[in-house]
């Protein structure tokens, strides 16, 4: 069996495809943008970042005086045992003085990390906001090329890459700044070699920790990309349980699952190795350090150069520089993250939004009802310049019905998805009462164009809620009104909580019949100019859908309805039929006209009216 888990993806110039080639940059220049555009969108929140700051510096100016007070009372400690009668209200003042400190430094830490934290997520907030915004407006040629999953990706990890930026980058490197240089100038001016010799696994702790993060990081992409394959096999086997159980696949199924999930842990052991044997060695450098410091120091107590309280104070710089130092790598990581992810995010966010409304349209005027294609020829971006639609002309007015029919492929559900611009005609002009669909709000026109799309897709929540979807202030009486127009209401009231009834994923499951009546039902909610039925009656057994045709009579007359079918059944009454054959209309008239012309639709017309048993003796004949 062909292998369905490879994810290729070639170079390319396509801005959604440069979005989701999950690599460290995103063309450099683009990564430096993206953290000035983050930090001026920080400055939205000016109290929190001042607050976050200003704790920060105070926080780091206490934690610097805790090893200076430690060593001042190691001092004291040791005068008193050396004279014993000296009164103990010296240590007491130093004791109280750190407890104090302690609890300062606690409290501003706190607020220094409650601030940080709560820009990282109201930043985040406005983006999430931004992108699911842009994602409802995103041109159909856009969903067509992009995988959701990926999409979803970027809504959740590069979300979350740019909201850890200000704590993790931006007040990070501040407190280390402080922590690092001001501790450092104490040290040294303390005493200059012991200063040098406790600082000296600074350097090296800092490159190790920098070059584990940024080697962490790139397999970090890796392993999400890997990941993110294992979801999809997932995600594929989920939506297509019942074809796998149906050809008894399940064991192909684990194979791809096994494949694909060992990949991931063999990287996942890769990346635990880099970080355990570069944190022993981090460690081994600082109690190296640790060991210089105390030999050297030692010699020049026991030589009486030195207290043992600078001694103490020495130690404990090395013990609070430690862990901050050891993290520098996560600040690096975050500035090499937060640039990335923010450039992928924001090249999502300025993506040019290809089928949008003119600057200053007007919106549509319905008057007459009259829809016109004028000579529209279509092809998708993906197609090399093959046109899906070519050259299509046809008018329709209020009250009339037109039909389309034509094999697979042919063309059908392109011709109907330009007509409320999912897609833009690339040549001819497609108007309703004289007025350019390109020169009015989209909004409008949508409101004047219903799709009874084929897959008729439910959203997990009452039958009320889906049908009520377009107009969520409809009254029950109106709901169950279409809801008998679309042959569905009895079938509701059978069921225990009739409209109250939760279907979708998670809820009841509908027939595919059932799906496409409450679909209809749903469109029928609507008052548009042109209703437009994409083969969406074929789950629908003939006598009910004649049932349908005729509750819709009066609501048929009020507008423009085109229905795309197979069965001719469905569309025989229709005041003018095309027949589409490679994205053309090959034949065009009335069913009478089209009967009589004796072309393709006559013939497709003699194959589905007469009975089964002659059309097989023909297949036979044929063979
Ligand atoms: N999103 C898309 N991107 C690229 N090509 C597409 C896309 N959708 C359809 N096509 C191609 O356009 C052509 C027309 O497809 P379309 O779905 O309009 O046919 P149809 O007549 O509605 O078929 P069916 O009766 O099976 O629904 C086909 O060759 C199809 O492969």
Request: charged share 20%; hydrophobic share 50%.
């Given at each position: 069996m062909a292998d369905t888990t490879s994810t290729d993806v070639g170079p390319s110039d396509d801005p959604s495809e440069r979005l989701f080639r999950r690599t460290n940059k995103v063309g450099g220049g683009l990564g430096l943008e993206a953290l000035n555009r983050i930090n001026r969108m920080m400055l939205r929140y000016p109290r929190r970042v001042a607050v976050a700051f200003v704790a920060t510096l105070v926080a780091v100016a206490l934690q610097l005086s805790i090893p200076v007070l430690l060593g001042r009372a190691v001092d004291e400690t040791q005068a008193l045992a050396a004279n014993p009668d000296m009164g103990r209200g010296g240590l007491v003042t130093i004791a109280l003085t750190l407890l104090l400190v302690s609890i300062g430094r606690g409290l501003f830490t706190m607020a220094q990390n409650y601030s940080?934290?709560?820009?990282?997520?109201?930043?985040?907030?406005?983006?999430?906001?931004?992108?699911?915004?842009?994602?409802?407006?995103?041109?159909?040629?856009?969903?067509?090329?992009?995988?959701?999953?990926?999409?979803?990706?970027?809504?959740?990890?590069?979300?979350?890459?740019?909201?850890?930026?200000?704590?993790?980058?931006?007040?990070?490197?501040?407190?280390l700044v402080l922590l690092?240089?001001?501790?450092?100038?104490?040290?040294?001016?303390?005493?200059?070699?012991?200063?040098?010799?406790?600082?000296?696994?600074?350097?090296?702790?800092?490159?190790?920790?920098?070059?584990?993060?940024?080697?962490?990081?790139?397999?970090?992409?890796?392993?999400?990309?890997?990941?993110?394959?294992l979801s999809r096999v997932m995600e594929e086997n989920l939506a297509g349980i019942r074809v796998v159980r149906a050809f008894s696949a399940a064991n192909h199924e684990l194979d791809k699952f096994d494949r694909a999930s060992k990949t991931a842990l063999d990287l996942s052991h890769d990346r635990v190795k880099i970080r355990v044997m570069n944190s022993s060695a981090m460690?081994?450098?600082?109690?190296?350090?640790?060991?210089?410091?105390?030999?050297?120091?030692?010699?020049?107590?026991?030589?009486?150069?030195?207290?043992?309280?600078?001694?103490?104070?020495?130690?404990?710089?090395?013990?609070?520089?430690?862990?901050?130092?050891?993290?520098?790598?996560?600040?690096?990581?975050?500035?090499?993250?937060?640039?990335?992810?923010?450039?992928?995010?924001?090249?999502?966010?300025?993506?040019?939004?290809?089928?949008?409304?003119?600057?200053?349209?007007?919106?549509?005027?319905?008057?007459?009802?009259?829809?016109?294609?004028?000579d529209v020829s279509f092809a998708y971006e993906s197609a090399d310049g093959h046109r899906a639609i070519a050259n299509v002309s046809f008018e329709a007015k209020r009250g009339e019905t037109v039909g389309i029919v034509g094999a697979p492929g042919s063309g059908k559900t392109t011709l109907m998805h330009l007509i409320p611009r999912y897609y833009d005609v690339n040549h001819g002009s497609i108007s309703i009462d004289g007025q350019d669909i390109r020169d009015v709000t989209l909004s409008s026109l949508r409101r004047a164009v219903a799709v009874v799309q084929q897959d008729s897709f439910l959203f997990t929540t009452t039958i009320e809620n889906n049908i009520a979807y377009g107009n969520p202030r409809a009254q029950d009486r109106r709901i169950h009104g279409v809801s008998e127009s679309a042959q569905l209401h009895d079938y509701v009231l059978r069921l225990p909580q009739g409209y109250r009834t939760v279907v979708g994923e998670r809820g009841v499951s509908l027939s595919g019949g059932q799906r496409q009546r409450l679909s209809i039902a749903r469109t029928l909610m609507l008052e548009p100019a042109v209703l437009i039925f994409d083969d969406s009656t074929a789950a629908i057994d003939a006598g009910t859908e004649g049932r349908i045709r005729s509750a819709m009579r009066n609501y048929a007359a009020d507008r423009v309805t085109?229905?795309?079918?197979?069965?001719?059944?469905?569309?025989?009454?229709?005041?003018?039929?095309?027949?589409?054959?490679?994205?053309?209309?090959?034949?065009?008239?009335?069913?009478?006209?089209?009967?009589?012309?004796?072309?393709?639709?006559?013939?497709?017309?003699?194959?589905?009216?007469?009975?089964?048993?002659?059309?097989?003796?023909?297949?036979?004949?044929?063979?």
């Open positions: 940080a934290e709560s820009v990282g997520h109201a930043l985040a907030h406005d983006l999430r906001l931004s992108v699911y915004n842009k994602i409802q407006h995103l041109p159909f040629s856009f969903h067509d090329r992009t995988h959701s999953g990926d999409l979803i990706t970027v809504g959740m990890l590069d979300l979350e890459g740019v909201r850890m930026y200000f704590s993790t980058a931006l007040v990070r490197t501040l407190l690092i240089g001001v501790g450092a100038a104490m040290l040294l001016s303390m005493d200059f070699v012991l200063g040098l010799l406790a600082l000296s696994f600074v350097p090296f702790a800092a490159w190790r920790s920098s070059v584990t993060q940024l080697t962490l990081r790139s397999t970090w992409i890796e392993l999400q990309e890997r990941l993110a394959v460690t081994l450098a600082f109690f190296t350090a640790m060991g210089l410091v105390l030999w050297v120091g030692g010699r020049k107590v026991a030589a009486g150069d030195m207290s043992v309280g600078t001694l103490a104070t020495f130690l404990t710089f090395m013990t609070i520089l430690q862990m901050p130092v050891r993290q520098l790598g996560l600040m690096v990581n975050a500035y090499a993250r937060a640039s990335t992810c923010g450039a992928r995010l924001f090249l999502l966010l300025d993506m040019k939004v290809d089928v949008d409304t003119k600057p200053g349209a007007p919106d549509l005027e319905v008057t007459e009802g009259t829809l016109k294609l004028d085109i229905i795309v079918a197979h069965r001719l059944n469905s569309l025989m009454h229709a005041d003018q039929i095309l027949f589409l054959e490679e994205g053309k209309v090959v034949e065009q008239g009335t069913h009478e006209e089209l009967l009589a012309l004796g072309g393709r639709y006559r013939a497709l017309h003699d194959l589905q009216m007469r009975p089964e048993g002659d059309v097989l003796d023909e297949m036979e004949a044929n063979q």
